[in-house]
């Protein structure tokens, strides 16, 4: 049996109007012969007004009614989009969690799904069935609601996807796709037709707005090849698949941006095994997120330098940690607000000699400094000066020809 | 273990604070160390609101996904009393109709409650948990989400009690009580403090406004005593229970009115077997409701005249009705719009003789006359013309010294 997953999220569902759009989309699918199983996220703004009831009940409201609360939001779009269909003569029907079961560990408002029991939906798809899945809950072994948490209805599609083993899950939301760069940043911004899962993981900022990585790195786990679209328009949207899957690659895929960074340098560091640990171990108990780190090679073999990247809102934090930490032993300590990291990511640079010099050279021209190196297999990226990065970015765009149709 | 039902309708849980209010209700029971079973209702005005959205979905809106949309009303208020309880120190949680499970027939919209699982539950109160169940909804044997008909919450909390043999029920409302006849039509209406299960049933609209004839005979049938009172004040309400526990009788309980109603005569219908039925069948199939019905005795053994009473909302169908159906026979057809029916009741005028007579005697000296005539065991119940009805209320409250405090 081939399943197709096809999950709307909020925005989708946000309106009387939108669900019946949807159940129009589901009947196109349905008339081209597709197995279907569709997840529904809550209709928009519902979810935000149960998490404001329960801030007005409880400053700690209990997580485990915090699950039980939330989780009508997604009830209520299923039996809308469920009740749609019958009402355009299908057979379809909403499925609560508990009723698959979908089983998920018993962390609640955080839980992860680890079973979907499959025998009552495959025989209810035998039977010519619609089945609406409730995303982002399940139930823990305590037969208690859970919600899950990063990734939330997408999890459930891709994991409901991985269980039934679908040929695809199509995930409809508010935007078209991927896009080359954040086309709120660049007009000439570009929908990506097709990507790997790794490409998606590295564009991070740029890609969690359709996906969270949670998701997309189940999906890679699985090889469940993901289409994003939009509701709103009947236009082609982004493929996430795997490498292999994709011929005439760009060598570079996409440009993402982040903003409010802030560089932190540590001068005069002993070089010893344990150092860099000494330093970002108070931090990451602090909730304090480091994004790039780079240690420059130690020139007598005794002291080193080392550098690296925060959000400019936990520089203070960072500061006060690093100062009244008498494990950290440095000569000065220099912060850098306004700093902004720049990416090019493509599968492409594999095989594609000469991309780093290509970079550099084209920041080099726009006369920008590079203040940051760092690499990994399918990404370069630098911090420069939050001021140039428009500059950079549009002069990137244009050098990897990503203005061009792809 | 001594369990009391504690049930909660809409309007008591209508708003955070009120929510708030009833944690502090339900708080005040557990000190007195009651083992308790909470039932909510939907917060007022959510029900209404997810209707009002399915009937937008579809004029035909699915009754199986009806349940599973309308339900989500419970859940969420259970969740929110939950939480504030956990708030407040205590030990709680909701209980979802399919955790416990409350076990219902099948028919979707209108289902009946046919078992409830206490295993779970009792081994929850023997923790010291209070269990805050979902109202008004089950699950059938084919796991689906049921909601019950006519008494809704009431109907679930009358049948926790009768499972786990509560020794009250206590059913929370917006009214404080049952009144010896209706506070807006007459000032001096006084709360009645207890009243039989049969007064209660026979109190008809006026009982009605506090709980619905269903759940009161349930009540009835399973001798479970139910005190109805006020979220919004501390006063004591009405205990509703077995004759045998009503000490210090009043004559009358209360005095219950209908208005709208049209009177219906048929003169000169022949007097043989089967005449009546073949009268009010086709009425009772046009969903036609006959409240009072009177059959005069026949004078010359071959005639007699039949009068009954309608709403009047359904008198033209009525007339159409009589009209179109050959198997009526009759000489002449007289209807009456705007006739009232009044009614005293109470378990006294079994051991008291000349109720009767008194509440005529009332009446002729007001010189208000009175069109038909209808008694049982605790109910006499009269016609009147409409225009009299506020006298003849002021009178007969009088009368039966309603207006003392009771």
Same mark, same amino acid.
């Given at each position: 049996?081939?399943?197709?997953?096809?999950?709307?999220?909020?925005?989708?569902?946000?309106?009387?109007?939108?669900?019946?759009?949807?159940?129009?989309?589901?009947?196109?699918?349905?008339?081209?012969?597709?197995?279907?199983?569709?997840?529904?996220?809550?209709?928009?703004?519902?979810?935000?007004?149960?998490?404001?009831?329960?801030?007005?009940?409880?400053?700690?409201?209990?997580?485990?009614?915090?699950?039980?609360?939330?989780?009508?939001?997604?009830?209520?779009?299923?039996?809308?989009?469920?009740?749609?269909?019958?009402?355009?003569?299908?057979?379809?029907?909403?499925?609560?969690?508990?009723?698959?079961?979908?089983?998920?560990?018993?962390?609640?408002?955080?839980?992860?799904?680890?079973?979907?029991?499959?025998?009552?939906?495959?025989?209810?798809?035998?039977?010519?069935?619609?089945?609406?899945?409730?995303?982002?809950?399940?139930?823990?072994?305590?037969?208690?609601?859970?919600?899950?948490?990063?990734?939330?209805?997408?999890?459930?599609?891709?994991?409901?996807?991985?269980?039934?083993?679908?040929?695809?899950?199509?995930?409809?939301?508010?935007?078209?796709?991927?896009?080359?760069?954040?086309?709120?940043?660049?007009?000439?911004?570009?929908?990506?037709?097709?990507?790997?899962?790794?490409?998606?993981?590295?564009?991070?900022?740029?890609?969690?707005?359709?996906?969270?990585?949670?998701?997309?790195?189940?999906?890679?786990?699985?090889?469940?090849?993901?289409?994003?679209?939009?509701?709103?328009?009947?236009?082609?949207?982004?493929?996430?698949?795997?490498?292999?899957?994709?011929?005439? &690659?760009?060598?570079?895929?996409?440009?993402? =941006?982040?903003? %409010?960074? *802030? +560089? !932190? @340098?540590? $001068? /005069? #560091?002993?070089?010893?095994?344990?150092?860099?640990?000494?330093?970002?171990?108070?931090?990451?108990?602090?909730?304090?997120?480091?994004?790039?780190?780079?240690?420059?090679?130690?020139?007598?073999?005794?002291?080193?330098?080392?550098?690296?990247?925060?959000?400019?809102?936990?520089?203070?934090?960072?500061?006060?940690?690093?100062?009244?930490?008498? &494990?950290?032993?440095?000569?000065?300590?220099? =912060?850098?607000? %306004?700093? *902004? +990291? !720049? @990416?090019? $990511? /493509? #599968?492409?640079?594999?095989?594609?000699?000469?991309?780093?010099?290509?970079?550099?050279?084209?920041?080099?021209?726009?006369?920008?400094?590079?203040?940051?190196?760092?690499?990994?297999?399918?990404?370069?990226?630098?911090?420069?000066?939050?001021?140039?990065?428009?500059?950079?970015?549009?002069?990137?765009?244009?050098?990897?020809?990503?203005?061009?149709?792809?």
């Amino acid at each position: 049996m081939k399943i197709v997953i096809l999950k709307f999220g909020g925005t989708s569902v946000g309106s009387i109007e939108r669900i019946k759009n949807v159940a129009k989309i589901i009947n196109a699918y349905h008339k081209k012969r597709y197995k279907l199983i569709v997840v529904s996220s809550a209709m928009s703004g519902v979810t935000n007004d149960l998490i404001s009831k329960s801030k007005q009940i409880s400053d700690n409201f209990s997580s485990s009614e915090y699950d039980v609360l939330v989780s009508t939001g997604e009830q209520v779009a299923c039996s809308l989009i469920a009740a749609r269909l019958i009402h355009l003569g299908l057979k379809s029907r909403s499925w609560l969690s508990w009723q698959i079961p979908i089983m998920t560990t018993s962390l609640h408002k955080n839980a992860k799904i680890n079973a979907i029991y499959k025998r009552k939906i495959l025989n209810y798809l035998k039977k010519g069935g619609i089945p609406i899945v409730t995303g982002f809950q399940g139930v823990n072994e305590n037969e208690r609601v859970t919600t899950i948490g990063r990734g939330g209805s997408d999890a459930s599609a891709i994991m409901l996807a991985k269980f039934f083993k679908a040929e695809r899950c199509v995930i409809y939301t508010d935007v078209e796709g991927v896009y080359t760069t954040d086309p709120n940043k660049l007009k000439k911004a570009k929908k990506i037709k097709v990507i790997s899962y790794e490409e998606m993981l590295e564009m991070a900022s740029l890609g969690a707005k359709v996906m969270q990585p949670v998701s997309i790195q189940d999906a890679r786990l699985n090889r469940i090849d993901i289409e994003v679209k939009s509701t709103f328009t009947k236009k082609s949207g982004t493929l996430i698949t795997k490498r292999s899957n994709i011929i005439n &690659n760009k060598i570079i895929t996409g440009i993402s =941006l982040t903003q %409010n960074d *802030s +560089k !932190i @340098s540590l $001068i /005069g #560091v002993k070089d010893k095994p344990g150092v860099a640990a000494s330093i970002f171990k108070p931090l990451s108990k602090n909730l304090v997120n480091v994004d790039m780190v780079v240690q420059n090679i130690s020139a007598n073999g005794k002291e080193t330098d080392l550098t690296f990247t925060i959000k400019t809102e936990d520089l203070n934090k960072t500061k006060k940690i690093i100062q009244s930490n008498k &494990n950290i032993k440095f000569r000065k300590l220099i =912060l850098k607000k %306004n700093v *902004s +990291k !720049i @990416s090019v $990511i /493509g #599968v492409g640079m594999i095989t594609t000699p000469g991309v780093t010099f290509r970079m550099f050279q084209t920041l080099a021209n726009k006369k920008i400094n590079i203040q940051v190196i760092s690499t990994s297999e399918i990404k370069i990226s630098v911090l420069i000066d939050k001021r140039d990065t428009k500059k950079a970015l549009i002069a990137l765009h244009k050098e990897f020809k990503l203005h061009n149709k792809r």
